[in-house]
């Protein structure tokens, strides 16, 4: 492969993941963007779930859930920060600790970020989003 050749197929490669690594902006830059409050979309046995990132590096969130029995709300605290493109969540405080354990540590991969919206995957590789809670009344789009 000649010097020309190497050099177009750099670039072409360069030119395909750029939009990639442009999604996420720095961890600090990512933290301030995620201070606020979000709602959830739709997964299975989820009925409505916010959570609101405050700047001190603390969350608290309730969800919503359908159980054999009706419905269950789960409210829960902690503490949260960004490392390397990853949200970090540690629950420091349950409603309904035998369900939901403080002490549990959830690490989800941010893949995009906007004003409006927060794309992740969570430990199972399911993808979901985050909506800024004004945005929330705009459905999303079916995946």
Not at 27 to 52: M, N, S
Request: hydrophobic letters at 35%; a positive charge; glycine letters at 4%.
């Amino acid at each position: 492969m000649n010097k020309r050749t190497l050099l177009h197929t750099f670039l072409f490669v360069l030119l395909c993941i750029s939009p990639v690594l442009a999604e996420l902006p720095s961890d600090t830059e990512t933290k301030r963007q995620l201070v606020g409050d979000w709602v959830a979309d739709k997964q299975p046995g989820l009925v409505a779930a916010t959570t609101k990132f405050k700047p001190d590096g603390t969350f608290s969130s309730d969800a919503t859930f359908m159980a054999p029995d009706g419905q269950i709300t789960i409210k829960v605290e902690g503490k949260w920060r960004v490392e390397r493109g990853v949200l970090i969540e540690e629950l420091t405080r349950s409603s309904h600790p035998n369900i939901v354990r403080p002490g549990l540590v959830t690490r989800d991969t941010l893949i995009s970020l906007t004003k409006d919206k927060c794309r992740y995957r969570n430990k199972e590789d399911k993808e979901h989003a985050l909506l800024r809670a004004a945005d929330a009344v705009k459905p999303l789009p079916e995946k």
